[in-house]
Nanobody, 116 residues
Framework: QVQLVESGGGLVQTGGSLRLSCVPSRSIFSIYAMGWYRQAPGKQRELVADITSRGSTNYAASVKGRFTISRDDAINTVYLQMNSLKPEDTAVYYC??????????WGQGTQVTVSS
């Protein structure tokens, strides 16, 4: 199993930036992939970005060029740097760990609100 601790959400104006952090309870190298998902009110949860243990990244089209997923192996942390934020980015953001293929674990979620 994996426990995930998220931090970094908050309120920001349009065009602003936030950085989300996620710390798993086991080594990042033992996890197949980690990612960030988001869920806005009345909408389904959607993938924002993910990164594999080998460092390959994948982004939703709506955030490509604005968001960057990365990891710091030394402190076992995955980040989501969010720049040029828009009101439509408002959602609860969840850290996700795919321990092995199709075995997922979730963080508690952190609220991101972008005001217009």
């Amino acid at each position: 199993q994996v426990q995930l601790v998220e931090s970094g959400g908050g309120l920001v104006q349009t065009g602003g930036s936030l950085r989300l952090s996620c710390v798993p309870s086991r080594s990042i190298f033992s996890i197949y992939a980690m990612g960030w998902y988001r869920q806005a009110p009345g909408k389904q949860r959607e993938l924002v970005a993910d990164i594999t243990s080998r460092g390959s990244t994948n982004y939703a089209a709506s955030v490509k060029g604005r968001f960057t997923i990365s990891r710091d192996d030394a402190i076992n942390t995955v980040y989501l740097q969010m720049n040029s934020l828009k009101p439509e980015d408002t959602a609860v953001y969840y850290c996700n760990a795919e321990l092995t293929i199709a075995h997922y674990y979730w963080g508690q979620g952190t609220q991101v609100t972008v005001s217009s």
